[in-house]
């Protein structure tokens, strides 16, 4: 091997690292990529928070456009997003919001929810978290949203905030209402 060679190897392998490095810079790191956008939203059935005889399913959501948020009473994030959350709702929004409790004790979240406003249509909750990892859930806050034939369209992984609801959520969903 070449004198000059032995050096562009480590030369080109630091290009290479630093062109993803450099790639890095650039990307929002409260993106995260979900494998379920434009994939069926997976198939559950759960026991409603505010009467436990009732359950809400998915089958039942088809035919309209609506948002799941997945949150939780211990997640601050959570917390943050609540007021505005309230406020939607209270500015007329009519998309449905079904709220899933995430791994959290089902009394507390109803505390919360009485205490501090109830933003949802519905809310839901598991014991299990089968349908937390059905839906690829990797902390809280997130938020789908689902068009009328039951399919997600857009995945939002950290607090609803106006400049999220404004630039990115509203437009989908009237387009989705559209369809």
């Not at 979240?109 to 839901?124: E, T």
């Not at 939002?156 to 387009?175: G, R």
Request: with cysteine; proline share 8%; aromatic share 10%.
């Amino acid at each position: 091997m070449s004198k000059s060679l032995k050096y562009l190897i480590p030369f080109g392998i630091f290009i290479v690292l630093a062109g993803f490095l450099f790639k890095g810079l650039y990307m929002d790191p409260r993106q995260l990529p979900s494998v379920l956008i434009n994939k069926p939203m997976p198939q559950w059935s759960l026991p409603t928070l505010f009467d436990t005889t009732k359950t809400l399913s998915t089958e039942e959501m088809k035919g309209k456009v609506w948002m799941l948020n997945v949150w939780a009473t211990w997640c601050i994030p959570c917390k943050q997003e609540h007021p505005y959350m309230v406020k939607l709702k209270k500015d007329g929004l009519k998309t449905p919001i079904v709220g899933f409790v995430y791994k959290d004790n089902p009394g507390a979240a109803l505390n919360m929810l009485r205490q501090q406003g109830n933003p949802y249509d519905m809310v839901v909750f598991e014991v299990k978290n089968r349908v937390g990892l059905d839906l690829g859930v990797t902390g809280v806050p997130e938020t789908f949203v689902i068009d009328k034939k039951g399919v997600i369209r857009a995945k939002v992984s950290y607090p609803l905030d106006p400049q999220i609801w404004n630039e990115q959520l509203k437009p989908l969903i009237k387009q989705l209402e559209a369809e």
